[in-house]
C-alpha cells in the first residue's frame, strides 16, 4: 500500500501520517529553507525591532518599487502550494503571475484583490482606510482588514515561481505568507490557473467572456465577478452563463438560467426590497456598494462560485460567456452595458496556451 503524500488535505484525512515537508515563504524567510526564518538584521520592520534585535520582527513585509516585478517564491519540486495570504497594499496595481515548471508564460495572471475575489477593494492611504466586507467560503476568505486568504491545492512537479508586479508611481508594501508542502505528486494532478479579464462597458448585444482560448484537458473550478452598473435604476442580474465545451458550436452544453441562479441566489437576492448579501463554502455575494448620495451613484457586486464539488470538464477547449442583461418597458429584456470583471479559476495540463493581454493601469483602475 503506497503511502499519503500529504495533498488533498480535509478533516477525511486529517490524521493521517505523510513524508510530506512543511515549508512557508514570507519576507522572513523568503527562501522558505527550513531553519532559516527570523534571520533578518535589517529590513521593513528595523525601526521597531532595532532595540531587541535579530528574530525580532526585522522584516515582515516586501517594500516593491515603482515598475519592479519581485520574485516572492522561487521553489522546487516537487510539492504544491496549500495555502496562501497576504496583506498590506491590496490594490489592481499589484498584479500576481505564477509559472509552473520553468513555463515562459504565466499559468496565473491577475491583480492581486482580484485573485483574492475581492476587486472593488482599493486600498486608500493608510491601506486599511477604503471598503471592506467579509467573505467566507471553502476556497478563499478574505478577513479584516483585507486579509486575502487562499486555499486552493496548486501541486507542480519541477518548480514554482510567484512574482509581484508594481504598476503604480510609488512603493506599495506587501504582507505575503505562501504554505507549501514538498512532496510526490500523482501523475493525474493538472497545474492551477486563474485569468483576469474586463470589460467596461460591455458592448451591447454582446455577451461578457469569462473565458476563451483555453486548450488541453482539464477541469474549471470557479469564477469570481466584480459587476458594477452603469446607470441606475435597473437589475442587471437575468444574464444566462454558458459553458461551450469542446468545440461546441454556436450553442452551449451547459446553459444557465440566470446570474442570480448561476451564483445559487434567487429571484434578484431581494429580500423585503433590498439586496441580501450571503457567504456560503460553495457562493455568494457578499458585497453590495449601494449610492452615497453624492459621488457614488451607482450600485457594485462582488460575487463567488466555486465549481468544488461539481468542476465543469473538458477535453480539449472550453469557453466561458456571460450575459448583461436587465429589464426595459413592458417586460422586455434589456441588454445592459455594465462594467464587469472576472478571475476564471481552473486546473488543466500545461503547457497552456498564453493569456490575452492583461488591461491596462487605467483600464482596470477602479474609479
Known amino acids: 500500500m503506497e503511502g499519503f503524500n500529504g495533498l488533498n ?4 484525512n486529517l490524521s493521517r501520517l505523510s513524508k510530506a515537508k512543511s515549508r512557508s515563504i514570507s519576507a522572513e524567510n523568503p527562501t522558505g529553507e527550513k531553519g532559516k526564518g527570523g534571520m533578518a538584521t535589517d529590513g521593513m520592520g528595523f525601526s521597531g525591532a532595532r532595540e531587541l534585535g535579530q528574530g525580532w520582527k526585522m522584516n515582515p513585509c516586501t517594500l516593491v518599487h515603482p515598475g519592479a516585478t519581485e520574485t516572492i517564491a522561487d521553489i522546487e519540486g516537487p510539492g504544491a502550494i496549500q495555502s496562501m ?9 499589484f498584479i500576481i503571475r505564477i509559472y509552473w515548471d520553468g513555463q515562459a508564460v504565466p499559468s496565473v495572471e491577475c491583480p492581486l484583490p482580484d485573485f483574492f475575489a475581492c476587486g472593488w477593494y482599493e486600498s486608500k492611504e493608510p491601506p486599511t482606510k477604503g471598503p471592506f466586507a467579509q467573505l467566507n467560503s471553502l476556497a478563499i476568505t478574505v478577513n479584516p482588514n483585507k486579509g486575502l486568504n487562499c486555499f486552493w491545492e496548486m501541486p507542480f512537479r519541477k518548480h514554482c515561481r510567484i512574482t509581484l508586479e508594481n504598476q503604480a508611481p510609488g512603493d506599495k508594501v506587501s504582507f505575503y505568507q505562501i504554505n507549501y508542502t514538498l512532496t510526490d505528486v500523482p501523475e493525474d494532478a493538472a497545474y492551477f490557473h486563474a485569468q483576469f479579464r474586463r470589460t467596461n462597458p460591455i458592448p451591447y448585444m454582446e ?5 476563451d482560448g483555453v486548450e488541453g484537458q482539464g477541469h474549471f473550478v470557479g469564477v469570481a465577478l466584480q459587476a458594477g452598473l452603469n446607470g441606475a ?3 442587471w442580474g437575468e444574464g444566462e452563463i454558458k459553458f461551450f465545451i469542446d468545440d461546441d458550436g454556436p450553442f452551449p452544453t451547459i446553459c444557465g438560467t ?16 433590498k439586496y441580501t448579501t450571503y457567504c456560503t463554502p460553495y457562493a455568494g455575494v457578499f458585497y453590495v456598494e449601494q449610492s452615497d448620495g ?3 451613484s ?18 480539449k477547449n472550453l469557453k466561458i460567456t456571460l450575459q448583461d442583461l436587465g429589464w426595459r418597458k413592458e417586460g422586455r429584456l434589456l441588454p445592459r452595458q455594465d462594467d464587469f470583471a472576472s478571475t476564471a479559476y481552473w ?3 500545461i503547457p497552456a496556451a498564453p493569456f490575452p493581454k492583461l488591461p491596462s493601469r487605467d483600464e482596470m483602475e477602479v474609479v
Do not use: A
Open 258 to 273: 440566470g446570474t442570480e441562479d448561476y451564483f445559487m441566489g434567487s429571484f434578484d437576492w431581494d429580500v423585503d426590497g
Open 233 to 235: 435604476n435597473g437589475w
Open 9 to 12: 488535505m480535509g478533516l477525511g
Open 207 to 211: 455577451d461578457y467572456v469569462i473565458l
Open 85 to 93: 495570504w497576504f496583506g498590506g497594499n491590496i490594490t489592481r496595481d
Open 298 to 315: 451607482q450600485q457594485r457586486f462582488s460575487l463567488y462560485r466555486w465549481h468544488i464539488m461539481d468542476p465543469v470538464r473538458f477535453e
Open 347 to 349: 486546473y488543466q495540463t
Open 294 to 296: 453624492l459621488y457614488i
